[in-house]
């Protein structure tokens, strides 16, 4: 028998239509529709059959059944039954998964086996993003964390990923800013850590003015638009106000295990967005309205109410004009099929209207559509359900805030493992504050708000980062203890049934691991995986407090380590797609 791929669910769709395609009752519109099955009723079910015989008015109780004697004659890997109206449930067989788990027990054989729909696709995740001019603050937290989340699940799924760091360095508050640096006449005679703050502090009282002075309004407009046609001296101030503000983002991305291909800001399509208005116009998409150039989608319910300015009355180019050029760059010189955003849920208006513009201006000129998505997040709240900030009203700064975190995690540590060295405690208290706040984040659907509360995520219990962390380490320490290596299990026995239902449970949480990385990445949602690890450890934990892991009889003890060195390797893989780092001690 050919052992098992990694990805069960594409094969068995695909053992399933194939099977179909030998079988007269079937023709080639049939689709298996197979998906994960309750765990009561297997691991697969395929409702396929329901519609198909609705479709081509067959009896679908008796055309699954045919099809359930097919698929029993071919297949030993898995039990198929026949349920309800014509449903077909799949459940592997205790030969398929130990044969699966011989081959798959260590990350390293996973690589290259996760295909996706992205599978060879080069992908730009656009994430971060931030506005130069200020730090982050807990608002940029999100798109960096779930950002790196799905770019690391698209690579692990084939594609070829190209991160973008697409900052905001091209916007309305260069002006209030350079009017109020002249104003003041700073001269940026400090190191940048300070530097940073005092053009916050510049930025703030600068945009105060001008809301309440007109005057001060129109200069900063002036400032901008002088910025914007190439003025020697403001050009050189903002270069000097980009590159002490990355600093300050790089020392974060640092801390956060965060690199990009890429960080192409607003600014580096500001010679671009000519061609943009051009090319629009020239297919009929634009056109001046009220003396901005602007796109309408009047078949579109939601977006039809504003339409889509691409250039301001005054001539200057704005976020939408940015994007606009942004695609056709990463279409035409970077290759791309696909491009995930991922920003604020606040924005989904200005994406839709800008996927929408898209579509009809590439097909316009008969160019290929690259495949476009938007993963929106909602709102960090603080602990009473409002926006979060300082007592003093104010954005609280990331790196604070991942400080108090670390500081935390090292208090807990201090508690629970008095016994390791100062160095380790302050390792294991960085991994597991910043894997804490990363993952208290990713745990939640993205699409809703969360609270930041430090007690929930910093604490063993729970589906929290540290009761993840935690799992992997002990798994670490089974291994210590027994002397064994992990890397070395051999499980050559020809034992194929399992000897207990913990060690059967266990198996078919393992499993499932990659159809859950299929579900994350087809919503680009990474709850899943978080949820999925969970259980997981929950499922290991059962396991292994019921069934003596060294044993007697060698068979029975080396598929329980193969249990256990699998579990390692899914949780690890998990963790470390999701951005996080692992300790082998804790
Ligand atoms: N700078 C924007 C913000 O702070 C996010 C940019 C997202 N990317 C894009 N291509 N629009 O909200």
């Known amino acids: ?89 799949f459940r592997l067989t205790d030969h398929a998964m130990i044969g699966w788990l011989r081959c798959f027990h260590a990350s390293e054989q996973y690589e290259g086996h996760f295909r996706s729909g992205f599978s060879d696709k080069t992908v730009v995740v656009d994430y971060s993003s931030p506005n130069t001019a200020k730090r982050m603050h807990v608002g940029h937290l999100r798109s960096m964390v779930i950002g790196e989340a799905l770019q690391r699940f698209l690579r692990f799924g084939g594609a070829k990923v190209i991160r973008d760091n697409h900052i905001g360095d091209w916007g309305t508050q260069f002006g209030i800013l350079l009017a109020e640096i002249k104003r003041t006449g700073y001269n940026f005679n400090e190191p940048p850590e300070v530097a940073v703050e005092t053009l916050e502090a510049l930025y703030q009282t600068g945009s105060q003015r001008t809301k309440t002075d007109p005057q001060a309004l129109e200069t900063a407009r002036k400032e901008l638009v002088k910025l914007q046609r190439g003025d020697t001296e403001n050009f050189a101030l903002w270069e000097k106000i980009n590159k002490i503000s990355y600093a300050s983002f790089e020392a974060i991305y640092q801390r956060m295990g965060v690199t990009f291909d890429y960080v192409l800001g607003e600014s580096f399509y500001r010679d671009k967005v000519e061609a943009v208005y051009d090319a629009l116009q020239a297919c009929a998409l634009a056109k001046i309205d009220q003396g901005a150039l602007v796109v309408f989608h009047p078949e579109h319910s939601r977006s039809c109410k504003q339409p889509f300015i691409i250039r301001k009355s005054d001539g200057a180019s704005n976020y939408a004009s940015t994007d606009l050029a942004t695609v056709a760059y990463r279409s035409e010189q970077l290759h791309a099929d696909a491009m995930v955003y991922v920003t604020d849920a606040r924005q ?191 499922v290991f934990s059962t396991f292994y407090n019921a069934d003596k892991v060294l044993s007697e009889k060698t068979d029975i003890q080396n598929l329980r380590l193969l249990l256990c060195r699998a579990t390692l390797a899914t949780l690890e893989k998990g963790l470390h797609l999701l951005g996080l780092e692992t300790l082998e001690k804790m």
């Not at 194939?18 to 049939?30: M, Q, R």
């Not at 099809?67 to 004659?73: R, T």
Request: aromatic share 10%; proline share 6%.
């Open 348 to 538: 989904c208006d200005h994406f839709e209207q800008l996927f929408l513009t898209v579509k009809k201006w590439f097909e316009a000129e008969k160019k290929p559509v690259p495949m476009l998505f938007h993963a929106p997040f909602g709102m960090v709240l603080g602990q009473d359900g409002k926006a979060i900030k300082t007592r003093e009203g104010k954005p609280i700064q990331l790196h604070q805030l991942l400080n108090e975190a670390v500081a935390r995690a090292h208090a807990l540590i201090c508690q629970k493992s008095p016994d390791l060295s100062p160095e380790e405690k302050r390792h294991v208290a960085e991994v597991v504050g910043l894997g804490a706040v990363k993952y208290a984040d990713l745990s939640q659907d993205r699409m809703s708000n969360y609270r930041f509360e430090f007690d929930k995520m910093i604490r063993f219990e729970g589906n929290t980062a540290p009761y993840l962390l935690y799992a992997v380490a002990r798994i670490h320490a089974i291994f210590r203890k027994a002397d064994i290596d992990a890397t070395k299990i051999k499980d050559d026995s020809d034992l194929n049934e399992f000897s207990t239902e913990t060690e059967r449970a266990l198996a078919h949480k393992l499993l499932a691991f990659p159809s859950i990385l299929a579900l994350a990445l087809q919503e680009l949602k990474p709850h899943h995986l978080c949820r999925y690890l969970y259980e997981l450890a929950g």
């Open 1 to 89: 028998m050919n052992p098992l791929p990694f990805s069960l669910g594409p094969y068995l769709q695909g053992t399933l239509k194939n099977i179909a395609k030998s079988l007269p009752l079937f023709d080639e519109t049939f689709d298996p529709d197979l998906r994960p099955a309750e765990e009561r009723f297997g691991d697969f079910q395929a409702n396929g059959v329901l519609a198909y015989c609705k479709k081509t008015r067959q009896n679908p109780r008796s055309v699954a059944q045919t099809l359930c004697d097919a698929f029993a004659a071919q297949n030993e890997d898995f039990d198929v039954s026949v349920a309800g109206a014509g449903f077909l449930n």
